[in-house]
């Protein structure tokens, strides 16, 4: 019997499905909450590290408030796509395995989905305050001072911005016929070379059109920038000398900017006589080398968003170096980043673990693991973070992990007279887990970045990050046996028998059984990491229905929560991928590898300067702009290293090498996020501490876990086994 399904989604439809269905979800999201229904849980969205002043909120004016609704409803109309991909891929895993069929228009429909997702949603991100910045020195800052920074620093982010709008508007124009519209650039409507074949040009068109909503809440943000401004000088908040000098080096800056942009407008061979335009083709790698990144520190310390400090400073090196025609260069880095297909699992795991939140899952989780393990010495604190590891299992998010745990955990510790260093410690390191086990999202852009394949990563990274949950499980066992004050164990009173431990279990079966099937297929080969995200979101849905928490509410601020999430890392990936990019064509890998390979350091050698480097960077970077900015660099330098072993141990394959290498980097990323003073896991959990905890308390809590991770990185480092035994038993 042939049961091959030939169906092919038609265009039309899929388009009237992405205009239609969120005016549906909005229309049900709106009538529930006016009939009184409200959002379960917290949110589960990354948490940008500290904060800015809370005494003052600028009013803004009819235009900011108008841009806000704008924004507003750009971000709500495009979240709400992400319900669709999960019923599509568990389609398209049906019918391709099952019936034997044709589906590439599955994925297309929604890779490209997803890249118009994070396109639009860039302003409204920027209304929420989800672009993360490097704020460690930016809150220390006055009111004043912040307002005149936020000032200053915005020139690159109109930079950035006004570039992306007027080359994303050329690469618009060239994907449409010049017979169909005036403003056409081509003898007809690009289409996509599958079968499919649907037209680019709509796609494209978010390049300009997701620039412009940026730019207009840009703009507005600049208006309240400008009030905070005024409010903090009326009330003589922060230093006003520093503050004024910041404010007259921003004028100099757009000044200046808008004199180079009329020259691109005027002029297209030749440039004003003051122009900066080339100014810099003559200059050697190493001077540019420098240049680039003492801006980009400066810059980033100024405290603008990660996303807009690479992208503006791209756009103005490409400037410099080059001219306005390199600019183009913008669109062509930006398109295939929008549209890679293996990205697609970023919104869909963060949707995951946004939906399982939402159905009180954690919570619960928690709940099981500390009335098992309550009974044992240190018993709170590793059912902490046994139920992290479990956590990091079903969604990949790495803050996330931290708060919701320390919202949960770290009171119910406390209440129990644990040592605070134990509690906060097991919390962190528990949460970081979520770097290291699959699904993590980290592997998934390390695995883009370094072309190598995510499912080995994952089998890769299975080992090392659960002999590090052991080993942070060992050290808390060992200390309450030692110290039974400093953690001790349930009493008798508050344990539970046996019978309700099985009831406890049974609840639990259902995630249980998610985690299993969303690895499983993702390690036996059945599916690729984004079908399963797809079968594991899916599948989280209806986990909430059984928990009967399937509501239009909690639908509604998980997708919001996924758009904020999913724009903060894509916008990331857009600007480091233009800098980088940059430097990377002007000679700066091979500069690095010559600068290396001069050292005279051997293979190991190298490896242990890219871990001191990785960790430093870890310090004041997130964990998205390390990879794009580091990894590009290191990948093609490590690659051809022979790793023969030391002290007479197995070294590692020839073909095991970026594999091998790419573990170490994420277990390296969790050694950042634990390094004093500026890991961001030490400022995610400050914001969830009660106020008598301390950040030397916070810090002095991190150093043995550190030392742990420590081990953890020698271990793999010698005993590559412990990452390439699974991958190659699997994939051969």
């Given at each position: 019997m042939?049961?091959?399904?030939?169906?092919?989604?038609?265009?039309?439809?899929y388009?009237?499905?992405?205009?239609?269905?969120?005016?549906?979800?909005?229309?049900?999201?709106?009538?529930?909450?006016r009939?009184?229904?409200?959002?379960?849980?917290?949110?589960?969205?990354?948490?940008?590290v500290?904060?800015?002043?809370?005494?003052?909120?600028?009013?803004?004016?009819?235009?900011?408030r108008?841009?806000d609704?704008?924004?507003?409803?750009?971000?709500?109309?495009?979240a709400?796509?992400?319900?669709?991909?999960?019923?599509?891929?568990?389609?398209?895993?049906?019918v391709?395995?099952?019936?034997?069929?044709?589906t590439?228009?599955?994925?297309?429909?929604m890779?490209?989905?997803?890249?118009?997702?994070?396109?639009?949603?860039?302003?409204?991100?920027?209304?929420?305050?989800g672009?993360?910045?490097?704020?460690?020195?930016?809150?220390?800052?006055?009111p004043?001072?912040?307002a005149?920074?936020d000032?200053?620093t915005?020139?690159?982010?109109?930079?950035?911005?006004?570039?992306?709008?007027s080359t994303?508007?050329?690469?618009?124009?060239?994907?449409?016929?010049?017979?169909?519209?005036?403003f056409?650039?081509?003898?007809?409507?690009?289409?996509?070379?599958?079968?499919?074949?649907?037209?680019?040009y709509?796609?494209k068109?978010?390049?300009a059109?997701?620039?412009?909503?940026?730019?207009?809440q840009?703009?507005?943000?600049?208006?309240?920038?400008?009030?905070?401004?005024?409010?903090?000088?009326?009330?003589?908040?922060?230093?006003?000398?520093?503050?004024?000098a910041m404010?007259?080096?921003?004028?100099?800056?757009?000044?200046?900017?808008?004199?180079?942009?009329?020259?691109?407008?005027?002029?297209?061979?030749?440039?004003?006589?003051?122009?900066?335009?080339?100014?810099?083709?003559?200059?050697?790698?190493?001077?540019?080398t420098?240049?680039?990144?003492?801006?980009?520190?400066?810059?980033l310390?100024?405290?603008?968003?990660?996303a807009f400090?690479?992208?503006?400073?791209?756009?103005?090196?490409?400037?410099?170096?080059?001219?306005q025609?390199?600019?183009?260069?913008?669109?062509?880095?930006?398109?295939?980043?929008?549209?890679?297909?293996?990205?697609?699992?970023?919104?869909?795991?963060?949707f995951?673990?946004?939906?399982?939140?939402?159905?009180?899952?954690?919570?619960?989780?928690?709940?099981?693991?500390?009335?098992?393990?309550?009974?044992?010495?240190a018993?709170?604190?590793?059912?902490?973070?046994?139920?992290?590891?479990l956590?990091?299992?079903?969604?990949?998010?790495?803050?996330?992990?931290?708060?919701?745990?320390?919202?949960?955990?770290?009171?119910?510790?406390?209440k129990?007279?644990?040592?605070?260093?134990?509690a906060?410690?097991?919390?962190?390191?528990?949460?970081?887990?979520?770097?290291?086990?699959?699904p993590?999202?980290?592997?998934?852009?390390?695995?883009?970045?370094?072309?190598?394949?995510?499912?080995?990563?994952?089998?890769?990274?299975?080992i090392?990050?659960?002999l590090?949950?052991?080993?942070?499980?060992?050290?808390?066992?060992?200390r309450?046996?030692?110290?039974?004050?400093?953690?001790?164990?349930?009493?008798?009173?508050?344990r539970?028998?046996?019978?309700?431990?099985?009831?406890?279990?049974r609840?639990?079966l259902?995630?249980?059984?998610?985690?299993?099937?969303?690895?499983?297929?993702?390690?036996?080969?059945?599916?690729?990491?984004?079908?399963?995200?797809?079968?594991?979101?899916?599948?989280?849905?209806?986990?909430a229905?059984?928990?009967?928490?399937?509501?239009?509410?909690?639908?509604?601020?998980?997708?919001?929560?996924?758009?904020?999430?999913?724009?903060?890392?894509?916008?990331?990936?857009?600007?480091a991928t233009?800098?980088v990019?940059?430097?990377?064509?002007?000679?700066?890998?091979?500069?690095?590898?010559?600068?290396?390979?001069?050292?005279?350091?051997g293979?190991?050698?190298?490896?242990?300067?890219?871990?001191i480097?990785?960790?430093?960077?870890?310090?004041?970077?997130?964990?998205?702009?390390?990879?794009?900015?580091?990894?590009?660099?290191?990948?093609p330098l490590?690659q051809?290293?022979s790793?023969?072993?030391?002290?007479?141990?197995?070294?590692?394959?020839?073909?095991?090498?970026?594999?091998?290498?790419?573990?170490?980097?994420?277990?390296?990323?969790?050694?950042?996020?634990?390094?004093?003073?500026?890991?961001?896991?030490?400022?995610?959990?400050?914001?969830v501490?009660?106020p008598?905890?301390?950040?030397?308390?916070?810090?002095?809590s991190?150093?043995?876990?550190?030392?742990?991770?420590?081990?953890?990185?020698?271990?793999?480092?010698l005993?590559?086994?412990l990452i390439?035994y699974?991958?190659?038993?699997?994939?051969?």
């Open positions: 042939n049961l091959e399904v030939n169906f092919v989604l038609p265009h039309w439809l388009w009237s499905l992405l205009l239609v269905l969120p005016l549906v979800v909005m229309f049900c999201v709106d009538r529930s909450f009939r009184g229904a409200t959002v379960s849980g917290s949110t589960t969205a990354e948490v940008p500290g904060g800015a002043d809370e005494g003052y909120r600028p009013p803004g004016n009819g235009f900011t108008g841009v609704k704008v924004s507003g409803f750009a971000g709500r109309y495009v709400y796509w992400s319900l669709i991909a999960p019923f599509v891929y568990c389609y398209e895993v049906f391709r395995y099952a019936l034997n069929s044709p590439n228009w599955a994925h297309e429909s890779f490209l989905m997803f890249g118009m997702q994070y396109l639009l949603a860039g302003a409204f991100a920027l209304r929420e305050g672009h993360v910045r490097v704020d460690i020195l930016y809150v220390r800052a006055g004043m001072t912040r005149a920074l000032l200053m915005s020139v690159f982010f109109f930079i950035f911005v006004l570039a992306l709008v994303g508007w050329n690469f618009f124009a060239q994907s449409v016929s010049q017979d169909a519209v005036f056409g650039q081509s003898y007809s409507n690009e289409t996509s070379f599958t079968e499919w074949a649907i037209q680019y709509p796609i068109s978010t390049l059109l997701g620039g412009l909503l940026l730019l207009l840009g703009i507005a943000q600049f208006i309240k920038d400008c009030q905070a401004f005024q409010h903090a000088r009326r009330h003589h908040q922060g230093g006003a000398i520093f503050a004024w404010l007259l080096l921003g004028a100099v800056l757009a000044v200046y900017a808008l004199h180079e942009i009329i020259n691109v407008v005027v002029n297209d061979y030749e440039h004003f006589p003051l122009s900066i335009e080339n100014s810099l083709a003559n200059v050697g790698i190493g001077t540019l420098g240049l680039m990144f003492g801006s980009l520190m400066l810059v310390v100024a405290g603008l968003p990660l400090v690479t992208g503006g400073l791209g756009v103005v090196f490409l400037y410099l170096v080059g001219d025609f390199m600019l183009n260069l913008l669109p062509s880095r930006i398109f295939p980043m929008m549209t890679n297909y293996q990205l697609s699992a970023i919104p869909l795991f963060i995951m673990a946004a939906v399982l939140e939402k159905a009180g899952l954690i919570e619960e989780l928690f709940d099981t693991v500390y009335k098992w393990m309550g009974g044992l010495k018993g709170l604190a590793i059912a902490t973070i046994v139920a992290s590891t956590l990091a299992a079903m969604v990949g998010v790495i803050g996330a992990a931290v708060v919701t745990m320390g919202l949960i955990a770290l009171p119910a510790m406390l129990r007279q644990y040592d605070p260093e134990i906060i410690g097991s919390i962190m390191a528990g949460g970081t887990l979520g770097i290291l086990i699959p993590s999202i980290l592997a998934i852009i390390y695995g883009v970045v370094a072309q190598q394949s995510v499912g080995e990563l994952y089998l890769g990274s299975l090392p990050g659960l590090l949950a052991g080993m942070y499980a060992f050290y808390c066992w060992l309450g046996t030692l110290n039974p004050k400093a953690a001790p164990p349930l009493s008798p009173e508050d539970v028998d046996t019978a309700e431990k099985l009831r406890l279990l609840k639990m259902a995630p249980i059984v998610l985690v299993i099937v969303v690895l499983g297929v993702i390690f036996s080969g059945l599916a690729t990491p984004v079908e399963a995200a797809g079968i594991g979101t899916l599948g989280a849905l209806v986990v229905a059984m928990h009967g928490r399937l509501t239009w509410p909690n639908l509604h601020a998980a997708c919001m929560t996924t758009l904020v999430a999913t724009a903060m890392v894509m916008w990331i990936i857009f600007g233009i800098f990019g940059f430097y990377i064509l002007q000679g700066g890998q091979d500069f690095v590898q010559e600068l290396i390979s001069g050292a005279g350091l293979p190991y050698g190298v490896l242990a300067v890219m871990m480097l990785l960790i430093a960077l870890g310090m004041f970077l997130d964990w998205v702009g390390i990879l794009l900015l580091a990894v590009p660099i290191f990948v490590i051809p290293l790793f023969d072993g030391l002290m007479g141990l197995p070294g590692v394959g020839v073909g095991d090498v970026s594999l091998w290498f790419g573990v170490i980097y994420l277990v390296n990323m969790q050694m950042s996020f634990l390094s004093p003073p500026f890991g961001y896991a030490l400022f995610y959990i400050k914001g501490c009660p008598h905890i301390t950040m030397a308390q916070i810090f002095r991190s150093l043995p876990f550190l030392g742990i991770q420590a081990l953890g990185l020698l271990l793999v480092i005993f590559p086994a390439t699974l991958p190659n038993l699997v994939y051969g």
